[in-house]
Antibody
Framework: EVRLVESGGGSAQPGGSLRLACTAS????????MNWVRQAPGKGLEWVAY????????YYSDFVKGRFTVSRDNAKNSISLEMTSLRVEDTAIYYC??????????????????WGQGTLVTAS | SYVLTQPPSVSVSPGQTATITCGRL??????VQWYQQKPGQAPVVVVY???DRPSGIPERFSGSNSGNTATLTITRVEAGDEADYYC????????????FGTGTKVTVL
């Protein structure tokens, strides 16, 4: 069974830091890209960060660039999200999710499957 | 960046068909995914690459994408289909960004 389990959520003051972790099992972790996606209370989904299968390439949403850092340890089947300079608007459930890709002609389909259960981060 | 526009809510009677749209200029040139999220749960992909279904997703869920609108259609709607639905695409021209739709609440009457 493919499984993703997040940990590390909690409360921090604005300007503070938190580190989230996600541990994967049930699939060849080092072969897959990974992402973090968040959801503020009562709001929609928002992509946060991407990391390539090797960990050498990362991308961030404009909202977190320069404040958040994603990393991975393929030996431990895990990724992390280091969050600094937290803002009230960073309050959300943070989901770890595996990246999937298919190519059809010139169109790239990239999506998220599966998702972890999420971990709540509160900055207040 | 930008968002993908979805209707906030769709109401449908059991056994009828629900249609959810996702709008963006020339969205047909991108591959679109759809996620179902039930209260208190993580999202689950129900359609990927415009119209493909992951294993375990009923054939009642189908997708299409052309022009400025992508569409998720749920036929023979059941009470268990009541959930929030989000469209999503990947934009390679925007520094490898993923974009979600605004979300649609499907209510089964």
């Amino acid at each position: 069974e493919v499984r993703l389990v997040e940990s590390g959520g909690g409360s921090a003051q604005p300007g503070g830091s938190l580190r989230l972790a996600c541990t994967a099992s049930g699939f060849p972790f080092s072969s897959y890209e990974m992402n973090w996606v968040r959801q503020a209370p009562g709001k929609g989904l928002e992509w946060v960060a991407y990391i390539s299968s090797s960990g050498t390439v990362t991308y961030y949403s404009d909202f977190v660039k320069g404040r958040f850092t994603v990393s991975r340890d393929n030996a431990k089947n895990s990724i992390s999200l280091e969050m600094t300079s937290l803002r009230v608007e960073d309050t959300a459930i943070y989901y770890c999710t595996r990246g999937r890709t298919t190519v059809r002609g010139t169109k790239f389909a990239r999506w998220f499957d599966p998702w972890g259960q999420g971990t709540l981060v509160t900055a207040s | 960046s930008y968002v993908l526009t979805q209707p906030p809510s769709v109401s449908v009677s059991p056994g009828q068909t629900a249609t959810i749209t996702c709008g963006r200029l020339n969205i047909g040139s991108k591959s679109v995914q759809w996620y179902q999220q039930k209260p208190g749960q993580a999202p689950v992909v129900v359609v990927y690459d415009d119209s493909d279904r992951p294993s375990g997703i009923p054939e009642r869920f189908s997708g299409s994408n052309s022009g400025n609108t992508a569409t998720l259609t749920i036929t023979r709607v059941e009470a268990g289909d009541e959930a929030d639905y989000y469209c999503q695409l990947w934009d390679s021209s925007d520094d490898h960004h993923y974009v979600f739709g605004t979300g649609t609440k499907v209510t089964v009457l």
